[in-house]
């Protein structure tokens, strides 16, 4: 059988393709000269057709069945066993080899000196894996867990085991495709069969690039709806089940998974929380693992039924059931999109009102893919650092006094002590524990580009180290969509903060330094006077920053002392 498919990588937005065997062939320059192929695809990017053409052809191609002989099944974002194409399409082959490759290359450091993917993440794909192990065990198959490159292990299997293919899911991130591109040239050389199955999205990949695409959600969302989509969307429900092992293969009980600090070299681990976290104020104990994942799934949407629960409570932060909290089960794939979708949208119990706004919502993942399709790795921002470079912030220089104060801005923002208490009880969250809710990421986002004058793609890299549902296409292309393309709108985070945390449990869990500050002031202590900081001891730029922002104007504080008073009648 001849190789199907090769997707090649460049830094410029670009997909390209080499069938071997096709009829449609491209100077191979393309795929090789980057600079080459940039040009032409700078020529030809406007033109959607050409896109459309150029997708489409590859992915008619993926096949319906390997025809027998050995497979690897590479395991990246796809970590369960339950509705997966891989999976779906190595029972084809005669024999199966899974494995799961920990690429020390994630932990490359981003402008923070911080480990690009951050401890919680790790900690909760390594949980997940260690599930997807077992569970494959209860199969009478294995999970062969390796550190390195996975070009270097897959070469290494493929010869010891006989390998004729290799299946593993699409991945978008530059990264993700520089790892398929060495995978690639591995099968290139020893003439294997290589299948990049799409499986992330809730659309198949066939009605996602149909859509328009034009910059507008709202644009995208009417078209998924006016084609009926998503439509023949069937999960896989029967009970998973893989093929033998390749024969000669030693099952590896005996083998622990690599230690995540001594192994790995994970960072800031245990500091200053041991995994998993006991950290009570965390608005979830996320477990990684695809039975965690049923477990959640099955509890919000059929037990609680939660999309009532969402429609109430509007996401407001550190509320347990305000959003499903799937997102870090999805971003590792140890729960697939069509299984969220069915069990929420399909429920029965769910007003129809509620369902739709809920898979609006659900539908903003497909968008920022096909965002990431369309703009390729314009959306990332390249984070290979140079190590010697100076330290954040880089351009630091008291002579510029400008530049000084907002980099001052910048790192109180980076640390949680802005003085808005709003913005720093959710980058403390974040921090503390990996998560916050949407309506948090939108404010401290906004902050940062709006108030502070910051570069969103730091904002990305600080969220990608920290966030347990890391997903790049997601979070770059939320950071991009909205602050690199400049659609965001500017957030009122004190309006927020009154309307979405009117008593301040909210912020007062997080910084606690304002226990005893009664509304309005919980969000804005700088309207203090010096008298009430002592009698509510606050003492500002002692006890809690002053504002990195610059002084209120008497109204404000007028009308803040008005509200208090107002309060202080009613009670
Ligand atoms: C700056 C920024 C960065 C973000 N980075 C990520 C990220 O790295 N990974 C990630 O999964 N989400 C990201 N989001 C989207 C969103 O904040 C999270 O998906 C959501 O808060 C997760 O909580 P939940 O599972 O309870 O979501 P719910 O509200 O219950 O939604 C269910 C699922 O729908 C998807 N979803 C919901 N809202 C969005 C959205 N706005 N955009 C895309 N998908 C959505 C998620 O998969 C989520 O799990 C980001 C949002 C912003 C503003």
Redesign the pocket.
Known sequence: MTSFVTWKCTYSSCYSRNFKGSSIVYPSSFAVCRGGFSSFWRKHRRSRKFFKLHIEAHFQKTPESLDGGTAILWFRNNLRLSDNKCLDLVNTADAVLPIYVFDKRSLVRNRFRQQRCGPFRYAFVKESVEQLQNNLRGLFSDLLVEVGCAATVIRELCVRYNVNHIVAPKLLSPEEQEYEQEVLNVAKDLNLNVCFVWDCTLLSFEDLISLEYNDSFEAFHSSVISKGLPRHLDVDKQRPWIKPLPSGFKPSFAIPLPHLVNDLGVENLCTPYEWPFPEPRAVFHFRGGEDSAQDRLHDFFVKKNGLQL?AKLE?YSGVMD??????????TGCLS?RQ?YWE?YQSEQVDTQVANL?LK?????D??YLLCIHEGSTVFRDRTINQDAPEFPLHQTKANTYEFVRIEALKSWLEGRTGYPYIDAHIKELKTTG????????N??SFLVHQLDGDWQL??EF??HY?I???????????YY?FGKQLAEKRDTIAEANKYDPEGFYVKKWVNELVLLPPPFCHEPYLLAEEEQSRFEVILGKDYPEPVLFPMVSKEIERARQLFSANLTQH
Do not use: C, M, Q
């Not at 998560?435 to 939108?442: E, M, N, Q």
């Open positions: 969402v996401d305000s959003s499903t909290k799937l997102s870090p089960w999805i971003s999109a969220v929420g809920w919502r659900f539908l903003w993942r968008f920022l998560y916050i809710s949407f309506r948090g990421r939108l401290v986002s904002g990305a969220f990608e966030l549902d890391h997903d790049p296409v997601i979070n770059w292309g939320y950071w909205f």
